[in-house]
């Protein structure tokens, strides 16, 4: 499904307060992780932690049948669902940018958030367009899972 190989390191911004760069959708958090330093490079001169965020054409697929495929290596996953879509436009509101620091972990670690840290995880994918009020971005987005796991007391 990802058309491209996986940089083995991804890029996460993170605000002055320590926060990372993100934002809630219905109920949800997501992080956003960035492979390479030319979008980093892009985003942090027009986002700010304060920016809205939207996913727009947003179509997940349950692709824990087929995850050997899709995400190689996470076949021993314990979800019932691995919801993904890898072709959402993220929309980010334009500000004035803020300082960040930047973290780079590796991306297997990051693209486990959804099942470990019940986070969902937003890949940039590609810059498609600027417009006055936004940032356009392709993405690549896996739900949180909700792992029973991560509930156990």
């Known amino acids: 499904m990802f058309q ?21 959708r219905q109920g949800k958090t997501f992080i956003i992780g960035v492979p390479n330093r030319e ?3 892009k985003c ?6 304060s920016s ?3 996913m727009k054409e947003v179509a ?3 692709v824990k049948a087929d995850i050997n495929e899709v995400l190689p290596g996470f076949e021993d996953l314990t979800c019932e ?4 879509d890898t072709d959402v436009k993220l929309l980010i509101e334009k500000q004035e940018p803020e300082p960040f620091f930047y973290q780079q972990i590796d991306t297997e670690d990051f693209m486990l958030y959804p099942f470990t840290k019940n986070i969902g995880v937003v890949f940039i994918d590609r810059f498609l ?10 993405t690549h987005v896996i739900a949180p899972a909700f792992t ?6």
């Open 81 to 84: 669902k691995v919801m993904l």
């Open 39 to 41: 979008l980093i490079k």
């Open 52 to 54: 809205k965020m939207f």
């Open 148 to 153: 029973p796991e991560l509930f156990e007391i």
């Open 129 to 138: 367009r600027e417009t006055n009020k936004h940032l356009v971005l392709n």
């Open 60 to 62: 997940f697929t349950n």
């Open 44 to 49: 942090s001169q027009h986002i700010s932690t």
């Open 4 to 24: 491209y190989v996986m940089p083995k390191k991804m890029i996460l911004m993170r605000s002055m307060n320590n926060n990372y760069v993100g934002f809630r």
